[in-house]
């Protein structure tokens, strides 16, 4: 990878190479990282080759979820090694969605909720398909101008076929059809009680339940405490609020902080830590480990929050040497 700018601006840029503290507690915790993702990836193969499967269809949903969160946790662990901490609260805010997601489904009635899951991306297709591949709305006269005709007529065959196959695949389980006619349900419920009838939506964990937003399901699966946290602080980075963060003041006025700022790293790699060790452990009793299964986790899990912590404070010690041009 060419980074050229790196060296042309190295006067906005800090580099962590440059500082060996700072490398050195980066790198404590990549290590802590690095061990989770590893529980991870070995539950993942354990699932995968067979030895600790349950449901198939269950299973399946569980090892999808476990590899974007081994996913989202590798790319919070890429950007903490350049010192990018402040974009890594987007990812940690997507990950902290699948967790909640997946805790929520091995909660309860999880055949149903790992059903609902499943199906809703197929809806989704579906429905945005009904506005991109409609020759009369907007975005079909915008296709059909850049395409052309035989190429939109193309597309929407496409997704007819798309739309066949989720009607056979809905037939393939009693559970899946079960899901299909509870969305109906919910869906014709919702738009007698609203003004917009044509966009009335509804999220897929309200067709396997009565919670009806993000808070509702935070707070079904224990995690009420951080909803303020997650989604008030974190929202200024997911809704580009943040830029006049990147000034500092004090008694000699004000002065521009480092792009790859080092401070503030703990908050991010504490709730990644937390939630991700919270809902493995959700995983081993889905599983159904035996006793010396669970004292072996719990060795680990005393190890690793030991060592969480030590690399959490250390984070949050670091400060910068020097901003990158006072005022």
Known sequence: MQN???????????NVEKHDEVKEIIEQ??????????????????????????????????????RKIMEQLDSINVLYSVSLFEPAQIILRSLIENIVGLEFILKDHTQKRAAAYYLEHHYQELEKSKIYFNAESEYGKLIIAQKGTDK?????????????????LIKSKAVFQETDIARKKKLDAKKKHSRNKKK???????????ITSIYGLMKETGYEKYYDAIYGGLSFESHGLNATMGMSVDKNGYSMKWIRNPEGGGTTFVLACTFSIGVLHKIYQYLGDGKSEIAEFKVFFEDFIKKRDIASHNLDMIRSTSDNGSK
Not at 29 to 43: C, H, P, Q
Not at 200 to 210: A, F, G, K, L, P
């Open 152 to 168: 939109f007529d193309e597309d929407c065959q496409k997704i007819e076929k798309k739309r066949q196959a989720l009607e056979r």
């Open 29 to 66: 915790a990549s290590y802590v990282l690095d061990s989770v993702i590893t529980r991870f990836g070995e539950v993942e193969n354990e699932m995968t080759i067979g030895t600790s499967r349950i449901d198939d269809f269950v299973d399946t949903v569980i090892i999808l979820f476990i």
């Open 4 to 14: 050229s700018y790196l060296k042309v601006f190295d006067n906005l840029f800090f």
């Open 200 to 210: 009335v939506h509804i999220q897929w964990y309200e067709v396997c339940s009565n």
